[in-house]
Structures are given as structure tokens and as C-alpha cells.
């Protein structure tokens, strides 16, 4: 029984890790071993944002749904995986809302540029411009452009603000856009508003090829709910009807057997969530001035 235990332990620590790369990626390596202070600042930052973004409401579902698994079957295999799943599963849900909410902005973005240019064509200057539309930016947009305001009305310069304003937007095609007024900005010259006009236009493209791929990708979504609720449906029906139908699974044998089984089910899950996540792409404007 001690050997059972232990291996189940080993067994959850695993199956926990795994569905961590899967579900939050793993930091990335530095390309060479160093001992200096800063890397290991810099590890201990990652870490204090890895624990500080841990939901408690999720943990606290996690926790529940351990308990509930264990009063139900008396299962440590049905604790690890009723855990993992209360996990795994919102964290899915709440990546299609994630890739509807870029989209959007987007579309916002693309709609706010616009709105910029023919301010600029009226005559107003760059940095009037940017502060007068704060109040027409779309409601997707607001708080971005609102920080933005704020740091023009503190004084600070305009480049510095334009490149906060694209960490903000933490999208490519805020990117383009930032640097295409940070260059404005740099050489005061004409033309600038029709270049936005044009960078609007590109935007609206990139929100309709993501909004396409995204429509591509609910087939992967649907089937990954197909997948867990299924098999959950099945697992609930025969607890419930046929009790002793599972009574092998009880068995240190069928324990197991159901970690193997509950191993590549969470593997397959995480391969489909990652398949059916939104990937923009790199950044490539860095937020600070002397960057260049």
C-alpha cells in the first residue's frame, strides 16, 4: 500500500506539471547558465507572477472538486483528475473569450486610427490629436488610449508614451501603429494622415483574417467539449446506475490503469486546447526609448 501511495504521488506531481505546460507554457530558458544578480532576479520576478496570478476561486474549485471526487468514488486517481479538470477546463472557456476580446480590439484599434487621421486632416497637431480622441475611442479601446492621454498631460514625451501605448495594446498591429506615429512624431512631415488611413485599413484586414481562423478553429473547440463531457456524462451515469461496473477501477490494478488512461486523455486535452489558442505573434516594438 505504501508503494501504491507513493506512485500515486509521483503520479499526480506529473500529471500536474504536464497540464501546467500545457495550459501556461513554461518560462522561457535563459541561453546560458550565469550566476549574476539580475538572472536571478529575474526568476524570482517570474515566479512572484506566476503565484500571484493563480485564481484563488479556481483553487478553491480545484480543492472542491478533489473532495467531492474522493466522497464519490474513494479514488486518489479520481481526486488528481477531478482537480486537474476544474482547472484545465474554465481556463479553456476563458481562452475563446480571450480571442474574441483581441479581436475586438482590433477592430477598435483599427476604428481609432481612422478617427486620428481625419483629426490630423482637420489640422490638429499629433499630440492635440491624441489627446482629443479620448473621447470618441471606441469601448475596447478606452483604457489604452486613456493611459496614453494621461501620460501626454504628465509630460512625458511623446515617443515614451506612444511605446507604453503599444505594451498596452501587446499586439502586432499596435506595434505598427505606434511606430508609425512615433515617426511622425520624430519628423513632423506631412502625409501622416493618410498613412493612418491606410494603417487602418491593413488593421481591418488583420481583424478579419483572425476572425476567419478563429471560425475555423471552433470545430477544434467543439470537439474538445465533445471530448470532456462525454466521457464525464458517461463516468456519471454509471456511479450512479451501474456502481459495481466500475468496482474494478477500486482495485490497486484498476488504479492504474485509470492513471494511464488519465494521463493520455489530459495529454490529448491540452494538445486540442493549445491547437484551438490565439497566437498573434511577436512584438517587436520595445517599450523603452533608448531600445533603439
Known amino acids: 500500500m505504501t508503494a501504491l501511495i507513493a506512485l500515486l504521488a509521483a503520479t499526480a506531481v506529473l500529471g500536474m506539471w504536464l497540464a501546467g505546460v500545457g495550459l501556461w507554457g513554461t518560462p522561457e530558458e535563459p541561453s546560458a547558465p550565469s550566476s549574476q544578480p539580475r538572472d536571478v532576479a529575474r526568476i524570482g520576478a517570474l515566479v512572484s507572477r506566476r503565484v500571484a496570478s493563480v485564481d484563488v476561486r479556481v483553487l478553491g474549485l480545484a480543492v472542491a472538486a478533489g473532495l467531492l471526487a474522493w466522497v464519490v468514488t474513494g479514488w486518489p486517481v479520481a481526486v488528481i483528475a477531478a482537480a486537474l479538470g476544474a482547472v484545465g477546463v474554465p481556463r479553456f472557456v476563458a481562452a475563446r473569450r480571450q480571442v474574441k476580446a483581441r479581436i475586438d480590439r482590433l477592430d477598435a484599434l483599427a476604428s481609432w486610427t481612422r478617427r486620428l487621421a481625419d483629426t490630423l486632416t482637420a489640422g490638429a497637431g499629433l499630440e492635440q490629436a491624441l489627446q482629443a480622441s479620448v473621447r470618441t475611442a471606441p469601448v475596447a479601446l478606452a483604457e489604452p488610449v486613456g493611459r496614453l492621454v494621461a501620460r501626454l498631460r504628465a509630460q512625458q514625451p511623446t515617443e515614451g508614451a506612444l511605446r507604453a501605448f503599444a505594451a498596452d495594446l501587446a499586439d502586432p498591429a499596435g506595434d505598427l501603429v505606434a511606430a508609425a506615429l512615433i515617426a511622425a512624431a520624430d519628423r513632423r512631415g506631412r502625409g501622416l494622415a493618410a498613412m493612418l488611413t491606410e494603417l487602418a485599413a491593413t488593421v481591418e484586414e488583420e481583424a478579419a483574417m483572425r476572425r476567419k481562423v478563429d471560425a475555423e478553429r471552433a470545430t477544434v473547440r467543439t470537439t474538445v467539449k465533445y471530448a470532456v463531457a462525454i466521457p ?40 486540442m486546447h493549445r491547437l484551438s489558442l490565439d497566437r498573434p505573434g511577436a512584438r517587436w516594438l520595445d517599450a523603452r526609448e533608448d531600445s533603439r
Open 232 to 271: 464525464a456524462l458517461v463516468l456519471a451515469a454509471l456511479l450512479v446506475f451501474d456502481r459495481g461496473y466500475l468496482a474494478p477501477f477500486g482495485t490497486t490494478g484498476g488504479q492504474f490503469a485509470l492513471a494511464a488512461a488519465g494521463a493520455l486523455f489530459g495529454l490529448a486535452f491540452v494538445w
